[in-house]
């Protein structure tokens, strides 16, 4: 088997953990916690990174400092894994979904303006399978109406807009560890920013508002949570950020070989790149249109047969039951590539011939 997106580790994280074992700092408290913090912002230029329990933590802790709760509404798209639409309910605010782009698949930043009430607090948007959304637009909008951005980095960590990490141009950014991300910790997130206070704050939340005073005792001026990673953890993160340009370089060199193969192919729609972006392509995906001699699902299933992972693009959040009530706009190409869209096998370990012969099996009429 072919698998969709399994985790790289080719360097120091068995030496790293075991020096945790070795040490016993286990923990939440250590010195690589700190460490992958200060190394991770370091590389995506931000001011402040802190590290969380998972991609879903992050996010709520996100809301959290910016202090989006009841009452509130945040603009985000359907196409996307849930995890963004639930820490938006966690906080007690609505969802209000956007469409997509029917080209990059993310937010569709022209469409944002129509949804703005005088109850939206922020725009979430989710750069879905590595490609940025548009920044510029969503920023300047965010400006107009006095609205936070919370860019959902957890599958473009390597991405760049316009020369900048995505994660980086909003208020805070959020990325994930997950086994299948770029990078893994099994698993683990990180919230960026660049607003010292909001850094702050987030640290501050995130380890149940603990303050200690001079003999030692633990105080908590408000209500905290438990989100930190554990050192054990963060060591196998350090080690992974040391060959995060590497796995970058494949992913992308997996992008142009998959394209160079595919480009001809009646009824297969290709990913873009707009200009100023470099995407780092987490899931290399695919759109079957109606002129291919199979459906979605029945090319799934022929790839399955010859054994290769594929997965169908996320189905709309708006359509599953506990958001059927949310408010919307026009959802037309979202709902139409949950129908179309298919991520192909993107594991930074995969070989030209392992494309080749994905490729070749998606050419093939039967």
Same mark, same amino acid.
């Given at each position: 088997?072919?698998?969709?997106?399994?985790p790289?580790?080719?360097?120091?994280?068995?030496?790293?953990?075991?020096?945790?074992?070795?040490?016993?700092?286990v923990?939440?408290?250590?010195s690589?916690?700190?460490?992958?913090?200060?190394?991770?912002?370091?590389?995506? +230029?931000?001011?402040?990174?802190?590290?969380?329990?998972?991609?879903?933590?992050?996010?709520?802790?996100?809301?959290r400092?910016?202090?989006?709760?009841?009452?509130?509404?945040?603009?985000?798209?359907?196409?996307?894994?849930?995890?963004?639409?639930?820490?938006?309910?966690?906080?007690?605010?609505?969802?209000? $979904?956007? +469409?997509?782009?029917? +080209?990059?698949?993310?937010?569709?930043?022209?469409?944002?303006?129509?949804?703005?009430?005088?109850?939206?607090?922020?725009?979430?948007?989710?750069?879905?399978?590595g490609?940025?959304?548009?920044?510029?637009?969503?920023?300047?909008?965010?400006k107009?109406y006095?609205?936070?951005?919370?860019?959902?980095?957890?599958?473009?960590?390597?991405?760049l807009?316009?020369?900048?990490?995505?994660?980086?141009?909003g208020?805070?950014g959020?990325?994930? $560890?997950?086994?299948?991300?770029?990078?893994?910790?099994?698993?683990?997130?990180?919230?960026?920013?660049?607003?010292?206070?909001?850094?702050?704050?987030?640290?501050?939340?995130?380890?149940?508002?603990?303050?200690?005073?001079?003999?030692?005792?633990?105080?908590?001026?408000?209500?905290?949570?438990? $989100?930190?990673?554990?050192?054990?953890?963060?060591?196998?993160?350090?080690?992974?950020?040391?060959?995060i340009?590497?796995?970058?370089?494949?992913?992308?060199?997996? $992008?142009?070989?998959?394209?160079?193969?595919?480009?001809?192919?009646?009824?297969?729609?290709?990913?873009?790149?707009?200009e100023?972006?470099?995407?780092?392509?987490?899931?290399?995906?695919?759109?079957?249109?109606?002129?291919?001699?199979l459906?979605?699902?029945?090319?799934?299933?022929?790839?399955?047969?010859?054994?290769?992972?594929?997965?169908?693009?996320?189905?709309?959040?708006?359509?599953?039951?506990?958001?059927?009530?949310?408010?919307?706009?026009?959802?037309?190409?979202?709902?139409?590539l949950?129908?179309?869209?298919?991520?192909?096998?993107?594991?930074?370990?995969?070989?030209?011939? +392992?494309i080749?012969?994905?490729c070749e099996?998606?050419?093939?009429?039967?």
């Amino acid at each position: 088997m072919i698998p969709l997106c399994i985790p790289e580790v080719r360097s120091n994280e068995w030496k790293y953990i075991k020096e945790c074992l070795d040490t016993n700092w286990v923990s939440s408290v250590g010195s690589y916690v700190n460490k992958f913090e200060e190394d991770f912002a370091k590389y995506v +230029d931000a001011r402040t990174a802190v590290v969380t329990m998972n991609g879903t933590a992050a996010l709520e802790l996100a809301l959290r400092t910016l202090g989006v709760g009841e009452g509130d509404e945040v603009i985000v798209s359907s196409m996307t894994f849930i995890s963004p639409v639930n820490t938006i309910k966690y906080v007690g605010a609505e969802p209000i $979904f956007v +469409d997509v782009c029917n +080209d990059t698949w993310v937010m569709d930043a022209d469409k944002i303006e129509e949804l703005i009430t005088p109850k939206t607090k922020a725009i979430l948007p989710v750069h879905i399978y590595g490609h940025p959304a548009d920044m510029d637009k969503i920023m300047k909008i965010a400006k107009k109406y006095n609205l936070y951005v919370i860019e959902d980095s957890t599958e473009s960590l390597g991405s760049l807009y316009n020369g900048k990490a995505t994660g980086t141009i909003g208020h805070i950014g959020c990325y994930s $560890f997950n086994g299948n991300k770029l990078i893994t910790t099994g698993a683990g997130g990180m919230l960026v920013t660049n607003d010292e206070k909001l850094g702050k704050k987030a640290k501050y939340l995130s380890t149940q508002t603990k303050t200690v005073l001079e003999n030692g005792a633990f105080y908590h001026e408000q209500i905290g949570y438990n $989100f930190r990673m554990p050192n054990i953890v963060a060591a196998m993160g350090c080690a992974q950020l040391e060959n995060i340009d590497e796995y970058i370089e494949a992913k992308r060199n997996h $992008f142009a070989l998959y394209n160079s193969l595919l480009k001809d192919v009646k009824g297969i729609t290709l990913p873009v790149e707009r200009e100023g972006i470099k995407n780092v392509n987490w899931l290399y995906s695919i759109v079957v249109e109606e002129d291919y001699y199979l459906t979605r699902d029945e090319l799934i299933a022929k790839l399955k047969k010859n054994g290769i992972e594929s997965r169908p693009f996320f189905m709309a959040v708006h359509k599953m039951p506990p958001y059927v009530k949310c408010k919307h706009g026009t959802m037309d190409i979202t709902e139409e590539l949950e129908n179309r869209g298919i991520n192909l096998p993107s594991s930074v370990g995969l070989t030209k011939d +392992d494309i080749k012969k994905i490729c070749e099996i998606i050419k093939q009429e039967e």
